[in-house]
Structures are given as C-alpha cells and as structure tokens.
C-alpha cells in the first residue's frame, strides 16, 4: 500500500484547540490575581468620566518582568473607553511602547497621528507636535489616556524629560480644560530629582501602583485559564502545570510560565501524543530562557541580531565570560559575509553595544589595564552563549534579511 503523507498529516491530531490564546500578544478578558490592582486604577481614574477635563491624571506602574504591567493597562484602558463611550465622552487611548518609538519625537509624532493619519514625519519640534496634540484635542473635544509602556528603557537612554514635558504641558493649563492624562509603565522609573519640581514629583510618586512577582498558585491559575482556552480537554495533565509553575516562579513571570506550556504542548505534538506530560515542560525549560523574549529581539535591526550572533559566537569559542569589542567585531564581520551583508563602521558598532546593553541583551564593562590595555568588554546578562546563539540564527533565517 502507498502511503499518504497529505492525509497523514491532515489527519494528525494536535493537543492544541485554538493555539492564539498563547501568543505573546493575546490580553485574555480576565486578569486572574490582578484585581485589585485593575480595581485601584478604576478608583483613581474614574473623575477622568464623571466630570471630564477637570483633572490630569498620572500614574505609575512598576513591577518585575511577566507580572501583568501591560496586559493590565490594556485592558484597563480598554474598560475606560468604553465607559466613555457610553456616556459619549470621547475617550482615546494610546498605548506606545517606547522601546519602539525611542525619541519623544516618535511618541508624540506616534499620538498625533491617532488624529491626523497623514501628518508628516519631518519639519516640526516635538514641542510643535506636543502642541498640536492639544489643539487637536480641545478643537475635537477630545480627552487621551496616553500610556507610555516600556518607559524606564527610554528614560535610560533619553533621560526623564518626556515625563516632565507632560506633566508641565497639563500643569500650566490651570483654567483649560485637561486633556492628556498618563500612565507610565516600566520595572523601576528613575526619577531625577533635581529635573521636576518637588510638588510634580511627589505628586508622581504618590501615585505608584506596584506590582509583585506572582507566586505559584497564580501562575497556576493563570495557566489553568489558558490551557481551557487554547487546549483539547484533557489534553495537559494537571502535574505538567505545577511542575511548570514551580519553574516559573523563581522569576514570577507569567509570561515565561505561558511560553513554557506553548513550548510543552509543541513537543506533545511532535512526539505524536495526545497528552502533555510533565516531562514536556521541563524539556521546555531546557529548550529556551526567559530572557530569550520575541517582543524584544523582533525589534532589533539585522545589524544588530548579526552583532549579537558574533558576540555570542566568540563568547562560546572563548569559553570565557568576557570578549573584547575587538574580538567580537572580527566575528562580526565574518558573520556578515555569511549573511552577505555589508558591515558597518566601528562607530556604529559602538552605537549598538550602548543599545543593546541597555535592552539588557548585553553587559559590558572598561577592562583593567592588564595586557589588552583598556578597552570595553562584553558578557552575557543571563542567557548561555550557546542558546543566545541558535536563538538569533534562528530569527536570522527565518525572515528580514
Ligand atoms: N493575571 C494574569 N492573567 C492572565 N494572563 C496574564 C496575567 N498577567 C500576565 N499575563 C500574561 O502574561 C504575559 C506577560 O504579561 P505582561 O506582558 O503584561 O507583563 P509585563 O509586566 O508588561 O512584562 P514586561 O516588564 O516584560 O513588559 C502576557 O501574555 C499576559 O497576557
Ligand atoms: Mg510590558
């Protein structure tokens, strides 16, 4: 008899009904253990629709890696639209990440534009576009919740001023109405003391939501939830969600508890069984790193991921915890010519190292001046060379070069 490789594989079951619910960028409708913490939003935000224009609101959020910083705002933010909505009280919200939009220009320009799709790129200030945003929003009766996600990465490289930029724009319409009101969200915002007066950083400060690490059994719970959204019944066996909570909770990141059971459900599916056993998860474990976030090195330029592959590269021939920029930029260039790519300048490279430190990819430090004389050294922050490495290879042939 021949065989049917296409009805073979039509046939093939998979452990996984609806695979979407475990994508980095799906926000399920209930937020487990985030109560009170959508609660307390709520409670501070509601004068926004009760009589609009009235105040500007800020609010922080801060909180560890996975702990529900975004999927909280979001869907907060949603819940506040639509309470507008139903009291026709026109209501946007905004949510920029500014690890993308990296300039005060992009994220104004970013927030214009929800307005005026077509306004141009170049020729204004971000003073200007900062401008226009508001006689946008007073021309259209309009209020905004800008959320400005990711921001302790962009403070690092740009400084605190944005903040200081909003905060003063609404403080010094004291008779207007009040348009923008904000919440900022990073693991830790830096304030700088002497760049805001001490009534604006207390009022900052004062309004700090924190989040914790999640324990355990909330990332047993949140995982439960999931498993009946994107699973066939029975399909994860209830040890395989505490194995893999207990894993997940020396970080209490329930986004890397979440790739963990994708990760275990994708290697049920290809050892052909109809189960996830426990086993699956701790394979997982040994396949990937919580630092190893798509959403992070999605955003990296090729140049960048080229870099990285040769940082990782000499990193594992040296077997050593620190290469000099020297030593990687050789690797560089030899990455490049298998990827038929163009190097770039030493300057550049420079750029990128500064970048990518600050993602917290990298880890870098002024060598002694023992035998290789001064110069900048590099490490790996927590993930091993050797996964960092098949890590970016992958991403490199899968798309964009
Ligand atoms: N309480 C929860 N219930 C269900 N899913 C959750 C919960 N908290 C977080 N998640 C999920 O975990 C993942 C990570 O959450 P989120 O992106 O909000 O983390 P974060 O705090 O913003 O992390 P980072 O600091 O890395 O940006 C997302 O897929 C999110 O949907
Ligand atoms: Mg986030």
Known sequence: MVHDYVEDELSRRSVFKSEQFLSIDYVPESLPHRQSELRTLAQNFTTLIRSPGRTSHKFIIEGPVGT????????????????????????????????????????????????????????????????????????????????????????????????????????????????????????????????????????????????????RNALYDILKNRVDMAFEKNAVMDETLHVISDIASERGDARYAIELLWRAGKQADSSQVSTVVPDFARQAKADTHPELRKEIFSTLTPQHKLFLLATARQLKETRSDYVTIGEVEEMYHSACEEYRKEPRAHTQIWEWVQDLNAHGIIDTKRSGSGQRGQTTLIGLSDVPAEMLEHFIAHLLDSKEL
Do not use: W
Not at 126 to 142: A, F, I, N, S
């Open 68 to 215: 529900g910083k975004t999927a909280v705002a979001k869907r907060f933010a949603e819940q506040m639209v639509q309470a507008a909505e139903r009291r026709e009280i026109n209501l946007h919200n905004i949510h920029i990440n500014c690890r993308v939009n990296k300039t005060a220009y992009l994220v104004f320009l970013r927030a214009l534009r929800e307005f005026k799709p077509e306004f141009p790129r170049r020729g204004h200030s971000p003073e200007e576009l900062l401008q226009m945003l508001v006689e946008v929003l007073d021309e259209e009766d309009r209020y905004l919740l800008l959320i400005l996600d990711e921001l302790d990465y962009f403070i690092r490289q740009r400084g605190a001023d944005i903040l200081y930029d909003l905060t003063r724009l609404t403080d010094d319409r004291l008779n207007a109405k009040q348009r923008v009101s904000i919440i900022a969200i990073g693991r830790r915002i830096p304030f700088d003391e002497d760049a805001v007066d001490s009534s604006t950083l207390s009022t900052l400060q004062r309004n700090i939501l924190r989040f914790s690490k999640y324990g």
